[in-house]
């Protein structure tokens, strides 16, 4: 299996930037598609963005889209997640998760990923 651990987390003021990091251990990911998710407060998980285990291809939420970005280090074995222009709405726990399945398609759903990191809190005031 694969063991993920999410760092990078923080408080920022609206505006701010921050860059999540995902280490993962135990398998290597670079064949394998990767996922951010969030959760804040009383809210489900929602996806946040995924690149593709084939050719390194993004999707992002539209609420997310032209603000973050997803992106994989090979050789470090980790998955990035750069945040800019935060809003308070982007206030959550991040995770994140790995697919095993090498589905043709973007997935976008908690139960298409087999494994999770521990999270870590993002928090941006107002």
């Known amino acids: 299996q694969v063991q993920l651990v999410e760092s990078g987390g923080g408080l920022v003021r609206t505006g701010g930037s921050l860059s999540l990091s995902c280490a993962a251990s135990?398998?290597?990911?670079?064949?394998?598609?990767m996922a951010w998710f969030r959760q804040a407060p009383g809210e489900e998980r929602e996806f946040v963005a995924t690149?593709?285990?084939?050719?390194?291809?993004?999707y992002y939420a539209d609420s997310v889209k032209g603000r973050f970005t997803i992106s994989r280090d090979n050789a470090k074995n980790t998955v990035y997640l750069q945040m800019n222009r935060l809003k308070p709405e982007d206030t959550a726990v991040y995770y994140c998760?790995?697919?095993?399945?090498?589905?043709?398609?973007?997935?976008?759903?908690?139960?298409?990923?087999?494994?999770w990191g521990q999270g870590t809190q993002v928090t941006v005031s107002s």
């Open positions: 690149i593709h285990w084939a050719g390194d291809s993004t």
């Open positions: 998760a790995v697919d095993k399945d090498r589905a043709l398609g973007f997935r976008t759903r908690t139960s298409d990923y087999d494994y």
């Open positions: 135990g398998r290597i990911i670079s064949n394998l598609s």
